[in-house]
């Protein structure tokens, strides 16, 4: 019996008719293996993952192979998305095992959960040098039948193996100026001066190095790290990774070159590139980064927002290429042919120089993915946006790729800190609008009267899993932002409602080390904890973030040293691998600049000579800074006491460094304290 049908994941759902009978991930499952005797297959992957679609067609829903798992194992799938913390214990010991991991992983575990045999994915022939899936399930099956006992002597020394793994973590010390240039150094080492970006292929988006770029140049004047910043920013923008028609990003380009991406979009890479973008604009007045900025908050909105307010997670790579077939990149690809049957053929010529499209394709079979790999300027621009609106129409009529209905906590609130800031700088209140409506859902269904958050909804309904480090920390950074940008200072007392959760049940009380779990959390073979920031910030960084930018605003001691204890690993790992601990070298930024506080005072919400200075503040680089806004004296926010208007004008207080300077009421005067050191 299949028991997916009632879960709230896409992905499970997608599962949901296979003739395998799969259990959702739960201690009955494991009940079940143990009473049965049967080794446990464990399959973790998510909705919009290219090869888990191909291994499901290939093998979990083939007849023969779901009987054969059927008969001799228990058979578990798991969202990642959903379960982050199962699927990060055992992507460690599939990558301690075999050197890498991804996705779909598949892991064989015995009925106390203790893996012992590990792959990702399996072909349904044996191809390429790997074994089919079905030689794989009788490899696994025989040694369970005659050596079970090495089976489970070896299960056991990876488990503890595992626990043995230590973090080199200065809880004590905190990283300074001679880390931050290190990990300058090395970023500049491994930066690539023809294509942008970092490394060879694949070459994904580096959204939490570019942040520490930006902050860093803010603080210190390193030209450098602007120009890796600015120049990475725009070949991905002008690359096939960027959707040239309709905004966002895709998740990473297979080639170096930022040609041809991997189609999937995902909620987090857009919420965290258009925060980049729009720190780009503000850093350097760039044009391209205003309209990327932009181009990619509206397709947020545009395309993953759900009826309730939220955002989904996340766009599939394939859809219908018209005949039935589901082909990845079919919806975004064109080949020449099918621009002159749109637009005719001197718009069409126009089109192929402008957008790269060529008779040999970029792609597969002719097809082209849209790039700018010429000069913006160079065209005329009324025709191109002709052209642009007219591809987009007809892009439409084309079937439209799968969209993974589940709001993830950590994720909507990097969405709410992008969206919210985004509509500040460009004056685009519906896009703050869209960040209160996902802030509002996360309180209404995902926190609950306890401040405890559920990691996901669909639908408006609360999913079961409880919520990780994550999640807390980004829905708090989301919620920080959203209170500088509004004056709207509940949002501020969520945030440290979430945050004091941090504090007391994720945190380790004696080295300030975080975790990833929660203390009361389902206890796994592991407890996972990862400081390294991959696709999006790791909970603990993110986390050390929202400390400090929450400490800036209340003056909390316990929320600054938590967030100074969890830098430790920054000081640690920011010199030795600083691609993969972007996000604390840009927290580290900041503390190293303040704390930086900001307090706008006007005589009310709608008065244009204090939003004046309200948006002056926003638009401050300086990476320390946190901005509150609100009527003199106000109680709002902690930092809008005893601060009254000078000679009845709106005015602005500046503190840095635990040191105030004289309030100011013109918006030049602030932005020059602002910008200096």
């Known amino acids: 019996m299949n028991r997916l049908a009632h879960e709230t994941s896409p992905y499970l759902l997608q599962h949901a008719d296979n003739p395998v009978d799969w259990w959702p991930w739960s201690a009955e499952a494991f009940d079940a293996a ?77 009925p106390d959960a203790e893996p012992f045999y590990f792959g990702t994915y399996f072909p349904p022939a044996p191809r390429h040098g790997m074994p089919s899936f079905r030689q794989v399930l009788e490899g696994v099956r025989q040694a369970w039948t005659t050596r079970r006992d090495e089976v489970t002597d070896v299960a056991g020394k990876i488990v503890r193996d595992l626990a043995q793994r230590e973090i080199s973590h200065q809880g004590d010390s905190t990283p300074g100026e001679q880390e931050q240039a ?115 908050a509206d397709f947020m909105v545009r395309e993953l927002r759900t009826d309730e307010g939220g955002f989904a997670s996340a766009l599939d790579a394939d859809s219908d290429d018209g005949s039935g077939r589901h082909v990845e990149g079919a919806y975004y690809v064109w080949t020449p042919e099918q621009l002159r049957r749109v637009l005719g053929d001197d718009d069409a010529a126009l089109a192929a120089r402008y957008f790269g499209v060529t008779e040999e394709g970029t792609f597969e079979h002719g097809q082209s993915v849209l790039q700018l790999p010429e000069a913006e300027g160079v065209a005329d621009a009324g025709r191109i946006a002709s052209v642009r609106s007219r591809l987009l129409a007809e892009r439409a009529r084309r079937p439209a790729p799968g969209r993974d209905d589940k709001v993830v906590a950590a994720w909507n609130g990097l969405a ?15 896009l703050t609008e869209a960040a209160l409506g996902a802030a509002d859902l996360l309180v209404r269904v995902h926190l609950d009267e306890h401040a405890r958050l559920a990691r996901t909804s ?132 900041a503390l190293l600049d303040g704390p930086r506080e900001v307090a706008v005072v006007g005589p009310a919400r709608d008065d244009e ?14 990476p320390g800074a946190v901005v509150a806004r609100g009527v003199p004296d106000g109680d709002e926010f902690p930092l809008l006491a005893d601060r009254v208007l000078i000679g009845g004008e709106p005015t602005a207080y500046v503190c840095q460094g635990f040191v105030c300077e004289l309030p100011v009421t013109d918006p030049a005067a602030l932005e020059a304290r602002l910008t200096r050191d």
Not at 416 to 428: K, N, Q
Not at 556 to 583: D, M, N, Y
Not at 609 to 622: E, G, I, N, V, W
Request: proline residues 4%; hydrophobic residues 40%; glycine residues 10%.
């Open 609 to 622: 000579r204090t939003s004046a200075l309200h948006r002056t503040a926003l638009l401050a680089p300086a």
């Open 416 to 430: 709410v800190a992008a969206l919210a800031e985004t509509g500040a700088y460009f004056d685009r209140p519906d």
């Open 34 to 110: 143990r009473a049965a005797g049967k080794p446990v297959l464990l399959s973790v992957g998510y909705s919009s993952c290219h090869w888990c679609h191909v291994m499901a067609h290939e093998s979990f829903e083939d007849r023969g192979t779901a009987e054969y798992l059927n008969e001799h194992f228990v058979s578990v799938k798991v969202d990642r998305e959903e379960r982050p913390d199962v699927d990060a214990v055992y992507m460690e010991a599939v990558q301690a095992a075999t050197g890498h991991g991804g996705w779909p992983m598949t892991v064989f575990l015995t």
């Open 182 to 296: 290190q990990a300058l150094l090395g970023l500049t080492r491994e930066y690539d001066p023809q294509r942008g970006g970092f490394g060879g292929a694949p070459k994904f988006p580096p959204s939490m190095v570019l942040e520490f770029l930006l902050r860093h140049h803010a603080r210190t004047g390193a030209e450098g790290a602007l120009q890796m910043a600015r120049d990475t920013c725009e070949r991905m923008a002008r690359g096939g990774i960027y959707d040239q028609l309709g905004g966002g990003f895709a998740r990473y380009s297979v080639d170096r070159d930022w040609v041809v991406p991997h189609f999937e979009k995902m909620l987090y890479d857009n919420a965290l590139l258009c925060r980049v973008y729009a720190h780009l604009w503000r850093a350097t007045g760039s044009d391209l980064a205003r309209r990327v900025a932009l181009e990619t």
């Open 458 to 589: 669909k639908d408006g309904r609360v999913g079961a899993n409880a919520g990780v480090l994550e999640d807390y920390a980004d829905v708090a950074e989301g919620f920080l932002a959203l209170a500088s940008v509004t004056g709207e200072g509940v949002w501020l007392d969520f945030a440290g409602l979430l945050l004091d959760q941090v504090l007391t049940r994720f945190a380790d009380a004696e080295s300030g080390a975080l975790f990833d779990t929660a203390a009361d959390a389902e206890q796994l073979i592991r407890r996972p904890q990862d400081p390294t920031d991959n696709a999006t910030p790791s909970g603990w960084t993110a986390a050390a973030g929202a400390l400090l930018g929450y400490a800036a605003h209340t003056g909390s001691e316990a929320h600054r040293t938590g967030a100074e204890r969890a830098l430790g690993v920054v000081k640690t790992l920011g010199p030795r691998v600083p691609r993969f601990i972007g996000w604390g070298l840009a927290v580290a930024e």
